[in-house]
């Protein structure tokens, strides 16, 4: 029983379900560690099923796939592969559902991506181009939902998106309306589709009046169709924010406040975010539903959070229920099971067990252990934990792997807690690669994040390299708010070095990133600070800048006189040179009472070439915006070409100016 819809229908009458989304990781590193995650959360809270992103114009297939057949082949949850149609190789989408179906897949959420650009994204070396063009047969998602239907029956359960404020069409933003879009949808349903998933929201208002729409809809298409929201985590307030202004999402004015009066705490704004989805479960239980009432939850790869919604939504069962019984003296004795991962329970005394979980630090010792005789053991505790006494080598310790204990440690809780949860924080492509998280919080892969008549408006149609620093330095000055590497406008604490980054543009060294120094400051200083208010932090200055090869070239040679310097430099062509390919260097920490040093911000190799790919893909979607031929697109074309993306770290975070005085004066 692999569709979704099948299993929704064989759920007891009255019961909730949720769902879980995961992308492919950016690095072998993440996706090593997301298999881990996986495989916990599949235990503790043993979702009804999962969905895998697909990234836009098909350039995470191939992750896709694999994501989906750890998910459903090697854990055996059922799947829902994400889909889209346009801009991309035909043939891929065929391959895609064949591998899919190879792979005992049977959902597919069916998406049209971007919109269709087939003139832009069309590869003239291919000589059959044009047959292998997905835009001539797929332009809506409609498209898609019919080609499955028509070339599979009903072997796939389809889904479609539906959007409790109106889809956004940055092409026609004039258009963003629930009732704009009922046609599409009313057509997608007519088509074949089997569920509606929502886009992510916070107005729990607007989603009550969309699923009322729905269902009185004259057509009668929506009385029964499963209609399951989406729901996103707060992991951030930054992540909010960035989301929700790319969604076009609402974010009711209570709610904007709770999380304001915390913005600069991540473990406060954590916890505030987990009232708030919770709350929001609540309220949506009680919408009267045809069936089981569902919810899915955007997890970005994380689990801490969504398993804290989940449990104080009671959207899982209790993990060890609570057995009574009648002792001697007539009066009641409470006794605690716990179910074990081989489908037994123990059940110890109440008396003896007051929490309802077993710590998670029970049996937390190294997976490797020497082993020594019973004389030798160590009296520190330290030492003995790397320790096992030969009459007890190879003896099973008690049991650590019930759904319990699994579920504290997607919690959080203990030892074990720490570990599993590390890269909480938010990570994006300044944090470790060996997470999940790291990189693009969507996992969509490389976008400009703007339509074309956006990027017209933002950039115009640049025709030399000093239109194109305009652009740099109007973005620097406030004019415009974004640029294509970044569609936010600058933090406060950059333009604490505005002066030293426009003097740069006139070298012709474009910005996208940067950081000034900071030797302790307050956590709770306006424009520096981060985390509990109760800590000091601290930077060390690093600028990210394109510059020209001959340029570059120069430069390169007075940094590797400079020992406080580290570098990573690479071009589109593939070429990397550093100054320590191993380093791993953390220029952003801070520390706060009671916790360890929080390294956010890390730089290293790995990193930056993840980054490289994708900034320089970056170019290519820019000159997309513009016709083949045009100025515009052989400047940029020129440019992606010739220029070297390079990050730069100066180590002597106590000597304010030192890196901006030795760039200047290159």
Avoid at 4 to 9: E, F, L, M, R
Avoid at 41 to 56: D, S
Avoid at 339 to 368: C, F, I, L, W
């Amino acid at each position: 029983m692999d569709k979704i819809t099948d299993k929704i229908a064989a759920l007891p009458p009255g019961t909730n379900y949720f769902s879980l989304e995961f992308f492919p990781p950016k690095t072998q590193q993440g996706f090593a560690n997301l298999q881990a995650r996986l495989s916990r959360m599949a235990q503790a809270l043993r979702p009804l099923f999962v969905n895998v992103t697909w990234g836009a114009g098909g350039s995470t297939s191939a992750k896709s796939l694999a994501l989906a057949e750890l998910t459903q082949r090697g854990l055996g949850l059922t799947t829902c592969l994400h889909l889209t149609c346009t801009n991309m190789s035909r043939r891929l989408v065929d391959d895609a559902l064949e591998q899919a179906k190879g792979l005992g897949v049977r959902n597919i959420l069916a998406l049209r991506g971007d919109p269709p650009r087939s003139e832009e994204y069309r590869d003239e070396t291919n000589p059959l181009c044009e047959e292998d063009d997905s835009n001539k047969d797929f332009i809506w998602a409609v498209d898609l939902v019919r080609y499955i239907r028509k070339q599979y029956g009903d072997y796939f359960c389809i889904g479609v998106a539906g959007y409790p404020e109106g889809h956004s069409d940055q092409s026609h933003p004039e258009h963003q309306s629930v009732e704009y879009d009922l046609a599409s949808l009313v057509e997608k349903a007519g088509a074949g589709a089997d569920f509606i998933m929502t886009q992510l929201f916070y107005d729990v208002e607007a989603y009550e009046k969309y699923e009322r729409r729905l269902r009185e809809h004259e057509s009668g298409v929506f009385n029964t169709i499963q209609i399951i929201p989406g729901l996103m985590p707060v992991q951030s307030y930054q992540i909010l924010r960035r989301t929700t202004k790319l969604s076009h999402a609402n974010l009711p004015t209570e709610v904007l406040k709770r999380l304001e009066v915390v913005k600069g705490d991540d473990d406060a704004v954590k916890r505030v975010g987990v009232d708030i989805l919770s709350e929001m479960v609540e309220r949506m239980n009680c919408i009267k539903s045809p069936g089981p009432r569902g919810f899915h939850f955007y997890t970005l790869n994380l689990e801490k959070v969504v398993t804290q919604i989940l449990e104080r939504s009671s959207l899982i069962p209790p993990a060890t229920p609570i057995v009574t019984s009648t002792n001697g003296n007539g009066s009641h004795e409470y006794a605690i099971a716990e179910e074990e991962a081989d489908r037994y329970m123990v059940v110890e005394a109440g008396n003896k067990q007051q929490h309802r979980r077993k710590s998670s630090t029970k049996n937390a010792q190294p997976g490797n252990r020497v082993v020594v005789s019973r004389e030798r053991v160590s009296s520190t505790s330290c030492a003995s934990a790397f320790q096992a006494p030969e009459d007890e080598a190879g003896v099973p310790s008690d049991k650590n792997g019930n759904r319990a204990n699994t579920l504290a440690i997607s919690e959080g809780e203990g030892a074990l807690g720490r570990e599993a949860t590390w890269d909480d924080f938010p990570n994006g492509r300044w944090g470790d690669v060996r997470s999940p998280a790291y990189g693009e919080i969507d996992g969509y892969g490389v976008s400009l994040h703007a339509s074309i008549p956006e990027a017209n408006r933002l950039w115009g149609q640049p025709a030399t390299v000093e239109d194109i620093s305009t652009i740099f330095r109007n973005h620097l000055e406030g004019k415009i708010n974004a640029i294509p590497w970044s569609e936010d406008a600058l933090q406060s604490e950059t333009l604490t070095i505005k002066p030293q980054l426009l003097s740069l543009i006139e070298k012709g060294w474009w910005s996208v990133a940067s950081q000034p120094a900071v030797d302790g400051k307050r956590s709770s200083d306006p424009v520096f600070g981060w985390g509990p208010k109760n800590g000091f932090v601290f930077q060390k200055p690093f600028v990210e800048i394109f510059l020209p090869s001959a340029d570059w070239h120069r430069l390169r040679s007075q940094l590797e006189q400079d020992e406080q310097v580290t570098y990573f430099a690479g071009n589109a062509a593939g070429e990397f040179v550093s100054t320590d390919e191993q380093s791993v260097n953390p220029v952003t920490w801070g520390t706060f009472t009671g916790k360890e040093i929080v390294t956010p911000t890390i730089i290293e190799a790995v990193s930056f070439k993840s980054w490289l790919e994708e900034a320089f893909g970056i170019w290519g979607e820019w000159q997309r915006v513009y016709k083949p031929g045009s100025p515009s697109s052989k400047l940029l074309e020129k440019v992606r070409k010739d220029y070297w993306l390079v990050n730069i770290i100066h180590h002597g975070f106590l000597e304010e100016h030192a890196l901006w005085e030795r760039l200047i004066e290159a």
